[in-house]
């Protein structure tokens, strides 16, 4: 276990007693006073002595909290920001950000929601859920930088233990903290939902920490290792060249026609012909087999295919394979805008990056990796990143704790995703935790599946896309 993975760890299950030190709970109900009044309930340390205190405990620091009148269907609430400290000596410390909305008619449950790609961010305001008296919370997970960015884990221990791992959990355990004090009673259920980095933060908590929700929703879990695995083979393959940008070796202009071939080969599987690939998985379509080659001269007919442009076809299509079981991309979606397009290939001007995973690679690298490192000499099947644990979910994926207190887990995954190499088929090939094979669920081109480790439901994901 890594260095930080196991600082991470300690300092965690010191934060999930942090919930037992609270202020006594206010005696009036809700209102505009209460509100203001949590400024002054949990106010922030000052000397380094005591903010190594509140890291150990959990105990929030609460910045502004103001009463919001109902407005747009939007009932009236307390709009909480704040944070948690978190880190030691060794990693250093960090401040993980929240913010929550406390409706007046509590319902005693929280939502919270995850983030996406890097995240840093603070995520919308959960309004359906506000509205119907959830309390809810998000977290930035201990940074500030847009989705695409990475480059705050730059020599930063503590920012990345609290993105991989401890973010989400000590926001949990401060946000829980401040509805206690607020509402004078305990939250009787609390729920994670998220999608992409959120599927694998909720997937996360309900591995290392159980006891913080009692039901999960983890959408499309990324793995952070596999994803970013992928996202340099198919970007070394799509742009050899870090000079020709604005060159892939296979043009956009020619993702029509491929998708044209995918479907002829695979459409009428499932007995309808309706352009939409029932189950990926069973799509015999070979690219050096069923493409056409273009003639001698005619390397730029968008109907058609050179052999080197079939070459990185197939490479995409089967993926790096190795350590990080980064498996490829499933067939079908190629020309769509939120898929291939843009996602791995587009238009550019020089200078600029080409794609999506082209931007989040290249930041990747210089973030956790190494500033000075071209992602392209890196050997994506085999290669070490050098991250903790959690970047992927090879080291513990044991939810019989969660289990066993009754937590609901629902896994969903949608077929074309191209954030994630092959996800569908990659969440799946995970032994649960309980020593038994998830099973396939009886879900149309979902690519869904349920794990036997819990007492999960089945969720089914649009046929084409990952939400």
């Not at 206690?180 to 909720?202: H, I, K, P």
């Amino acid at each position: 276990m890594s260095t930080l993975l196991r600082s991470a760890l300690v300092l965690g299950c010191s934060l999930a007693l942090g919930w037992i030190a609270v202020p006594p709970p206010a005696s009036a109900a809700p209102s505009q006073t209460s509100c203001s009044a949590l400024t002054t309930d949990f106010k922030a340390a000052t000397k380094r002595k005591k903010i190594r205190k509140r890291a150990r405990t959990g105990k929030p620091t609460v910045l502004t909290s103001v009463w919001q009148p109902a407005a747009s269907g939007v009932p009236e609430h307390c709009l909480v920001s704040g944070y948690v400290d978190t880190g030691d000596k060794r990693v250093g410390l960090n401040r993980v950000n929240f913010r929550a909305e406390l409706p007046t008619g509590w319902n005693a449950k929280l939502h919270f929601s995850g983030n996406s790609g890097f995240s840093g961010a603070l995520p919308p305001v959960a309004s359906r859920e506000l509205s119907r008296g959830y309390a809810t919370a998000v977290t930035d997970t201990g940074h500030q930088s847009a989705g695409t960015d990475a480059s705050w884990a730059q020599g930063q221990a503590a920012k990345r233990i609290d993105f991989l791992d401890r973010g989400v959990h000590a926001a949990t355990v401060g946000v829980k903290q401040v509805l206690l004090r607020y509402y004078g009673s305990a939250v009787t259920r609390a729920y994670f939902e998220g999608c992409s980095t959120g599927g694998r933060q909720g997937l996360w908590e309900a591995m290392q920490y159980p006891g913080d929700f009692d039901g999960v929703i983890a959408g499309a879990p990324a793995d952070l290792a596999a994803a970013m695995a992928s996202f340099a083979w198919n970007q070394r393959h799509m742009y050899p060249d870090p000079t020709r940008l604005n060159a892939p070796a296979l043009p956009s202009a020619k993702l029509a026609a491929l998708e044209q071939h995918v479907l002829a080969s695979c459409d009428a599987l499932d007995g309808i012909v309706d352009r939409i690939l029932d189950d990926p998985r069973e799509c015999t379509f070979d690219p050096r087999r069923d493409l056409p080659v273009c003639a001698p001269g005619n390397a730029a007919d968008p109907s058609c295919f050179t052999t080197a442009q079939i070459d990185v076809i197939a490479a995409i299509y089967a993926g790096p394979g190795g350590r990080h079981r980064a498996l490829g991309y499933s067939k079908g979606g190629e020309s769509d805008s939120s898929n291939w397009r843009n996602w791995m290939v587009s238009s550019s001007a020089p200078g600029q990056f080409p794609s999506m995973q082209h931007v989040m690679i290249d930041s990747f690298f210089r973030g956790f990796v190494s500033p000075t490192m071209d992602f392209r000499s890196f050997d994506p099947a085999n290669g070490d990143f050098g991250l903790p644990e959690p970047a992927g979910f090879s080291a513990n994926q044991d939810l019989r704790a969660f289990q066993q207190r009754g937590g609901k887990l629902i896994l969903w995954h949608g077929c074309g995703t191209p954030r994630s190499p092959r996800a569908p088929r990659s969440t799946r090939s995970r032994r649960s935790a309980c020593g038994s094979a998830p099973r396939r669920a009886t879900t149309s081109c979902a690519c869904t599946w349920r794990r036997a480790a819990t007492t999960a439901a089945t969720a089914a994901a649009p046929r084409t896309s990952t939400p």
